[in-house]
Every structure is written in structure tokens, then in C-alpha cells.
């Protein structure tokens, strides 16, 4: 297994908290993600990150920003908790190369009350 | 925008049958294309890559195939188990600007394998 780690990966939280999630990989890929799941929609591209500080919006966005100031880790950081905010986060690696395959983390549920 | 569909939602073949997971999207300059799957309350395990200049591609008792031009793809499954009982994902990669190349998930097929 692609050695990603999510954390926590549980969090119950309230509204109008910030929260941060983080994505620790010891792969060395250049590109990480930060996906969402619900149901009925699919898995949904929040940010991603091409390198060290270099980041860039996914198709859900608004409310999440995301900071990677290593290589291995990739933080997403709801700023300020809405119940719509409630799903399972997931974060994604891939190497370097158009044909390189994407490896999951194991998700974090979270749930905003 | 792309729009990846997975028919059906959900499938229940008994152990021991061969299946076909299909898979169809609406743009076809995608790189390529893979398939996953996610047991329940688990992340998403990559099952196989297949690159736009593919046909096919296999892994033990799974075999991809993909037809760029109509649009599609398929997951075969020889010899079903009920070990294989999961959501199976398809997701395209597609050149999505500023340099940027991105997954466009369907929603899955849930099978289950009844022993």
C-alpha cells in the first residue's frame, strides 16, 4: 500500500470552528489532493497541490484553503465549520507523469454539528 | 464539463460468474483512465491504470478495456468471490487548464457476490 496517512480520522466538530485535517505521505510524490465523498455526488476535488507551496483550487473550494510547506504533508483547513462541511475527506498522491496512478488515504469522517 | 456515468448503481451475481462493470464519459481527449475500489468505510484501492493510447489492461482476474472515440470502459471480472463484493470507481483524466490534469470520478457500481 501507498504509505499515506490521514489524520484524525474521526472528528466530530462543531459549527463555526476551524478545523484542519492533515495528509502525511512518505512516498516522495509531487502532487497531492484533498477529495470529498457524499452521497449522490461522487468524490469532488476540493484543492491539490503540484509542489512545496504551490497549490491550486479543485471544483468545491469555498470555505476549505490548504497549505503544503513540506513535500510530505498536505493540510486542509476548514476555516470556519458548516453542517454541509459533514463528509469524508479523502487525500490522494501521485508521482510525477501524466500516466501515474492516483493512491488513496483512508479518509477522515467528519461531522459538523 | 465531463461527466463520468457508472451503469448500473448497484449489481448481485451469485459466486463463480463472470461480470462486466461498464463505464461511459462524455469527453474523449482524456490520458486515461482508472479504476478503483472502495470497501465500505475504506479509501479507494487502485485496481488498474489504462493510458488513452491503450486498449486493454489486465491484473490477475481483472481485465480493463477502453474505447476512447465511443466514450467508454470496461471492468471485467472472471470468477467472481465473495471477496470481490466492494464499490467499483471509474475516473478520467482530463487536462483541466493552467497546466492542470484532473480526476473526474463516476459514482460507482456497488457489487456484492453472494456465496
Known amino acids: 500500500d501507498a504509505g499515506i496517512t490521514q489524520s484524525p480520522r474521526h472528528k466530530v466538530t462543531e459549527t463555526g470552528t476551524p478545523v484542519t485535517l492533515r495528509c502525511h505521505q512518505t512516498?516522495?510524490?509531487?502532487?497531492m489532493y484533498w477529495y470529498r465523498q457524499d452521497p449522490g455526488h461522487g468524490l469532488r476535488l476540493i484543492h491539490y497541490s503540484y509542489g512545496v507551496k504551490d497549490t491550486d483550487k479543485g471544483e468545491v473550494s469555498d470555505g476549505y484553503s490548504v497549505s503544503r510547506s513540506k513535500t510530505e504533508d498536505f493540510l486542509l483547513t476548514l476555516e470556519s465549520a458548516t453542517s454541509s462541511q459533514t463528509s469524508v475527506y479523502f487525500c490522494?498522491?501521485?508521482?510525477?507523469?501524466?500516466?501515474?496512478?492516483?493512491?488513496f488515504g483512508q479518509g477522515t469522517r467528519l461531522t459538523v454539528v | 464539463k465531463q461527466e463520468v456515468t457508472q451503469i448500473p448503481a448497484a449489481l448481485s451475481v451469485p459466486e463463480g460468474e463472470n461480470l462486466v462493470l461498464n463505464c461511459s464519459f462524455t469527453?474523449?481527449?482524456?490520458?486515461?483512465l482508472q479504476w478503483f475500489r472502495q470497501d465500505p468505510g475504506k479509501g479507494l484501492t487502485s485496481l488498474l491504470l489504462i493510458q488513452s493510447s491503450q486498449r486493454e489492461q489486465t491484473s490477475g482476474r481483472l481485465n480493463a478495456s477502453l474505447d476512447k472515440s465511443s466514450g467508454r470502459s470496461t471492468l471485467y471480472i472472471a470468477a467472481s468471490q465473495p471477496g470481490d463484493s466492494a464499490t467499483y470507481l471509474c475516473a478520467v483524466r482530463e487536462y483541466s487548464g493552467a497546466g492542470s490534469y484532473q480526476l473526474t470520478f463516476g459514482k460507482g457500481t456497488k457489487l456484492s457476490v453472494i456465496p
Open positions: 490522494a498522491i501521485r508521482d510525477r507523469g501524466l500516466n501515474t496512478e492516483a493512491f
Open positions: 512516498e516522495n510524490h509531487r502532487y
Open positions: 469527453d474523449s481527449a482524456i490520458y486515461n
